[in-house]
């Protein structure tokens, strides 16, 4: 009886965690070491997702054209084995997440070049750059972070977010 | 008895071990690949640890070094190797744990989302139940660590489904293809299945169903092992449609402890 009472009192617990919110925890170090605190949330929601697209030029003015960099991949049963390459997409991709969320929270848009996740992804944007199919030498590049509707709406993508050219 | 504390345990050892070997052998590649890759780079990154002090700067400067991060990732399946041979010790735990903590700041904190979650919950349930073990006794120490990694999963799974029931996209079936779409293996073919909406909400109810259920589980162990098969059989769809092949392996380990909770009532 003790067992059950115990039980109901978790999964009544647990519905509670749903319905109420308090202050959200922010912090560099709770971003860190967020894994303590899971909220088992998984694709809970479809909203616009936040996308990286790449161009580059040769330095003679010519840009080629913007292309989207995604994680996209073949299906192969033994990845459930030994799957880096796709996984190394996937972060990086949360890694596109994580600056759109900083776009978010930021002051005005100077900051954003400030913060470690821009600057992971100037480098991101740079090894898209070099390694783009067909592309001779890589002199400057550009990236912009796009917000793809959500549920295939045929609203155009919004960009959020445009890069100064860089030397690559 | 088969389904006891030593025995389950035991089998998540297994399971957990399995897991962090085949992540230790996709974090060597990794580790490989970045000599020629640019992204990830530890010089960016280190200034997320801009605002603490010096010498624990210092001290992620050393272990991210590529050669230290090399060697730690070879201790590490060493380890996990040990692990999978003769079960957890206090020192194997520890080192587990404390080396995960390196490797998740060294991924901004996660390298894969909930997968990351996941073990760190196993691996300090297996803490629990090492650590423990010297003052509360083995039976009670490990029933405390298998309770601790059966509590998370289960509420893993209820808080997954309960959030989607709430959520008219989930409902209807529009949230499925949409996920689907943008998922490493998307986009769909227009002609796919899960473009029905008919089809997508009977997949998505089916989804919310059994992770809501998976609690009330507990009351039988048959059951319990039934949904636990069935457990299976969804972490192996959502790494066939999600490439998250990770997931599989961390939620597999739990399954044991969920049986062993189970047993309880």
């Given at each position: 009886?003790?067992?059950?009472?115990?039980?109901?009192?978790?999964?009544g617990?647990?519905?509670?965690?749903?319905?109420?919110?308090?202050?959200?925890?922010?912090?560099?170090?709770?971003?860190?070491?967020?894994?303590?605190?899971p909220?088992?949330?998984?694709?809970?929601?479809v909203?616009?997702?936040?996308?990286?697209?790449?161009?580059a030029?040769?330095?003679e003015?010519?840009?080629?054209?913007?292309?989207?960099?995604?994680p996209?991949?073949?299906?192969?049963?033994?990845?459930?084995?030994?799957?880096?390459?796709?996984?190394?997409?996937?972060?990086?991709?949360?890694?596109?997440?994580?600056?759109?969320?900083?776009?978010?929270?930021?002051?005005?848009?100077?900051?954003?070049?400030?913060?470690?996740?821009?600057?992971?992804?100037?480098?991101?944007?740079?090894?898209?750059?070099?390694?783009?199919?067909g592309?001779?030498?890589?002199c400057q590049y550009?990236?912009?972070?796009?917000?793809?509707?959500?549920?295939?709406?045929?609203?155009?993508?919004?960009?959020?977010?445009?890069?100064?050219?860089?030397?690559? | 008895?088969?389904?006891?504390?030593?025995?389950?345990?035991?089998?998540?050892?297994?399971?957990?071990?399995?897991?962090?070997?085949?992540?230790?052998?996709e974090?060597l590649?990794?580790?490989?690949?970045?000599?020629?890759?640019?992204?990830?780079?530890?010089s960016?990154?280190?200034?997320?640890?801009?605002?603490?002090?010096?010498?624990?700067?210092?001290?992620?400067?050393?272990?991210?070094?590529?050669d230290?991060?090399?060697?730690h990732?070879?201790?590490r399946?060493?380890?996990?190797?040990?692990?999978?041979?003769?079960?957890?010790?206090?020192?194997?735990?520890?080192?587990?744990?404390?080396?995960?903590?390196c490797?998740?700041?060294?991924w901004?904190?996660?390298?894969?989302?909930?997968?990351d979650?996941?073990?760190?919950?196993?691996?300090?349930?297996?803490?629990?139940?090492?650590?423990?073990?010297?003052?509360l006794?083995?039976?009670?120490?490990?029933?405390a660590g298998?309770?601790?990694?059966?509590?998370?999963?289960?509420s893993?799974?209820?808080?997954?489904?309960?959030?989607?029931?709430?959520y008219?996209?989930?409902?209807?079936?529009?949230?499925?293809?949409?996920?689907?779409?943008?998922?490493?293996?998307?986009?769909?073919k227009p002609?796919?299945?899960?473009?029905?909406?008919?089809?997508?909400?009977?997949?998505?109810?089916?989804?919310?169903?059994?992770?809501?259920?998976?609690?009330?589980t507990?009351?039988?162990?048959?059951?319990?092992?039934?949904?636990?098969?069935?457990?299976?059989?969804?972490?192996?769809l959502?790494?066939w449609?999600?490439?998250?092949?990770?997931?599989f392996?961390?939620?597999?380990?739990?399954?044991?402890?969920i049986?062993?909770?189970?047993?309880?009532?």
């Open positions: 009886m003790e067992t059950i009472f115990v039980f109901f009192a978790y999964i617990f647990l519905l509670l965690t749903l319905f109420l919110h308090g202050r959200t925890m922010t912090g560099p170090w709770f971003f860190l070491l967020r894994s303590f605190f909220n088992w949330r998984f694709y809970h929601r909203g616009p997702l936040p996308v990286l697209y790449v161009r030029s040769s330095g003015g010519v840009w080629r054209d913007w292309r989207v960099v995604m996209r991949a073949r299906r192969r049963v033994s990845e459930l084995f030994h799957n880096p390459k796709n996984n190394l997409a996937l972060a990086n991709q949360s890694l596109v997440e994580h600056l759109w969320s900083d776009i978010k929270a930021a002051e005005n848009g100077r900051a954003v070049m400030g913060f470690v996740s821009y600057r992971l992804v100037v480098l991101l944007a740079l090894e898209a750059a070099r390694l783009e199919p592309a001779g030498v890589c550009q990236f912009e972070i796009r917000l793809l509707p959500a549920y295939g709406n045929e609203v155009a993508a919004a960009t959020v977010l445009t890069s100064p050219v860089l030397e690559a | 008895m088969l389904l006891n504390e030593f025995n389950l345990l035991r089998a998540v050892e297994i399971i957990f071990a399995i897991s962090l070997l085949l992540q230790g052998a974090f590649c990794l580790r490989s690949a970045s000599a020629v890759s640019l992204g990830w780079n530890w960016v990154q280190r200034d997320d640890l801009c605002h603490t002090v010096l010498w624990l700067r210092r001290f992620f400067d050393l272990v991210f070094r590529p230290v991060y090399r060697a990732l070879f201790l399946m060493a380890v996990a190797f040990y692990l999978l041979l003769y079960g957890g010790t206090i020192f194997c735990v520890l080192f587990l744990f404390f080396g995960t903590l490797i998740l700041i060294r901004r904190g996660a390298f894969n989302g909930g997968s979650f996941m073990t760190l919950v196993v691996i300090t349930g297996l803490m629990i139940a090492r650590l423990g073990a010297p003052w006794g083995d039976t009670l120490a490990f029933r298998l309770l601790y990694i059966a509590i998370q999963a289960l893993s799974y209820f808080l997954s489904g309960t959030v989607k029931l709430f008219d996209g989930w409902r209807d079936g529009r949230a499925l293809p949409a996920l689907l779409d943008g998922g490493i293996y998307g986009p769909l002609d796919s299945i899960f473009r029905r909406q008919s089809i997508a909400r009977v997949c998505s109810w089916a989804f919310i169903v059994w992770e809501c259920v998976f609690p009330l507990m009351i039988s162990p048959r059951w319990t092992l039934i949904w636990c098969l069935l457990a299976l059989g969804f972490h192996f959502v790494f449609y999600f490439g998250l092949n990770r997931f392996w961390a939620w597999a380990a739990t399954l044991p402890a049986i062993y909770c189970a047993t309880c009532f």
